[in-house]
């Protein structure tokens, strides 16, 4: 049975060991929204690239 979830793209960098894409689902926009909102607020606010770094790149709407 299809069910529609709300995905959010991250991207991940850690000096000396590279970066990594990945996604993480969730049942509503709020709680994906919420995720991204705390990842920009947690990483977002920096003039140069630190050691350890989150991004979301994208949050869409995916049917599974």
Same mark, same amino acid.
């Given at each position: 049975? !299809? *069910?529609?979830?709300?995905? %959010?793209?991250?991207? =991940?960098? /850690?000096? #000396?060991? #590279?970066?990594? =894409?990945?996604?993480?689902?969730? $049942?509503?926009?709020? /709680? !994906?929204? !919420?995720?991204?909102? $705390?990842? =920009? *607020?947690?990483? #977002?606010?920096? $003039?140069?690239?630190?050691?350890?770094?989150?991004?979301?790149? *994208?949050? =869409? /709407? %995916?049917?599974?």
């Amino acid at each position: 049975m !299809a *069910k529609t979830v709300f995905r %959010v793209h991250v991207y =991940e960098s /850690e000096r #000396g060991w #590279g970066s990594d =894409e990945w996604h993480r689902d969730f $049942d509503t926009r709020d /709680e !994906a929204q !919420a995720f991204w909102d $705390d990842l =920009e *607020k947690t990483y #977002g606010n920096f $003039d140069q690239a630190p050691d350890f770094y989150m991004v979301p790149r *994208k949050l =869409e /709407e %995916v049917t599974i």
